[in-house]
């Protein structure tokens, strides 16, 4: 199996800056695509952003120029840079990989972690 585990979430006021961090570990052979999604209350889950093994990224249209995401391939691990922060930021943040376990490195299972609450006060 894979774990994601997510840190880094918490209370920061309207402007600050919050880092989240995600981690995978277990039965991993290789990790293709990692990324972060968010889920305000009420609403639908939302990408925030993406990015290759090769480091190519993509970004949620709301998050553009304030969101970095980067990867630490040899660590499988992938973080989040949240600058600008705005109340609708608020939610919680969910880590996402599509994995290659050893027992399936044929194919790519997603994976996601359970979640980290950014709240953003205005």
């Known amino acids: 199996q894979v774990q994601l585990v997510e840190s880094g979430g918490g209370l920061v006021q309207a402007g600050g800056s919050l880092r989240l961090s995600c981690a995978a570990s277990?039965?991993?052979?290789?990790?293709?695509?990692m990324g972060w999604y968010r889920q305000a209350p009420g609403e639908q889950r939302e990408l925030v952003a993406t990015i290759t093994t090769g480091g190519t990224t993509k970004y949620g249209d709301s998050v553009k120029g304030r969101f970095t995401i980067s990867r630490d391939n040899a660590k499988n691990t992938v973080d989040l840079q949240m600058s600008s922060l705005k109340p609708e930021d608020t939610a919680v943040y969910y880590c996402?990989?599509?994995?290659?376990?050893?027992?399936?490195?044929?194919?790519?299972?997603?994976?996601r972690g359970q979640g980290t609450q950014v709240t953003v006060s205005s």
């Open positions: 277990g039965s991993i052979f290789s990790i293709e695509t």
């Open positions: 996402n990989a599509a994995v290659r376990t050893t027992y399936s490195i044929n194919y790519a299972v997603n994976y």
